[in-house]
T-cell receptor, first 116, second 115 residues
């Protein structure tokens, strides 16, 4: 079946521009995660959605970052007024639900964001 | 603070050598532990996981990991590596209580296997 789909796969933009990154989770997966992976770093948790609500936004690095999820499915991560330090691979993952702990995440291929 | 440490950032082995990648975590309470692998050009995928029971867990492709609670460790092992095991390996921890959702990942270990 289809996995987690992220678009675009690559994005190059100028500093100061806004960008939108899209994640289409596996059908039926209610939990959705966004991570950031910078060069030489591990996966940095950004935000988690259960359905359309985000109980924990504490991982978002600044108020330039926001995310939403509609219909319990597609999620968009928006970065406003991009800075060079925003350059990274942004990964999305989904899982069936987190009410029970034994459901692993399924990852997308990521969006490689480069800020010039 | 909750954290995961992977001590080896880069590992180079010859084929048929044995592998052990270290993972230590700092987390209060019950934990679920994971190893993910990212092959070149592919997305992260689950290698194995521990939730409860036998602390020695077996995953895909001959990998195994042992949860040692007293050492807060979850090291990954494989008796004989292959060239196709060249990849980046990530250890992750998540609270084991119902409703716990946040995963904490280590910085990864890049494994290169020489043919």
């Amino acid at each position: 079946g289809a996995g987690v789909s992220q678009s675009p796969s690559n994005k190059v933009t100028e500093k100061g521009k806004d960008v939108e990154l899209r994640c289409d989770p596996i059908s039926g997966h209610t939990a959705l995660y966004w991570y950031r992976q910078s060069l030489g770093q591990g996966l940095e948790f950004l935000i988690y959605f259960q359905g359309n609500s985000a109980p924990d936004k504490s991982g978002l690095p600044s108020d330039r970052f926001s995310a939403e999820r509609t219909g319990g499915s597609v999620s968009t991560l928006t970065i406003q007024r991009t800075q060079q330090e925003d350059s990274a691979v942004y990964l999305c993952a989904s899982s069936v639900e987190t009410g029970t702990s034994n459901q692993p995440q399924h990852f997308g291929d990521g969006t490689r964001l480069s800020i010039l | 603070a909750q954290s995961v440490s992977q001590h080896n950032h880069h590992v180079i082995l010859s084929e048929a050598a044995s592998l052990e990648l270290g993972c230590n975590y700092s987390y209060g309470g019950t934990v679920n532990l994971f190893w993910y692998v990212q092959y070149p050009g592919q997305h992260l995928q689950l290698l194995l996981k521990y939730f409860s029971g036998d602390p020695l867990v077996k995953g895909i492709k001959g990998f195994e990991a042992e949860f040692i609670k007293s050492k807060f460790s979850f090291n990954l092992r494989k008796p004989s590596v292959q060239w196709s095991d060249t990849a980046e390996y990530f250890c992750a921890v998540k609270g084991g209580l119902r409703g716990t959702y946040k995963y904490i990942f280590g910085t990864g270990t890049r494994l290169k296997v020489l043919a």
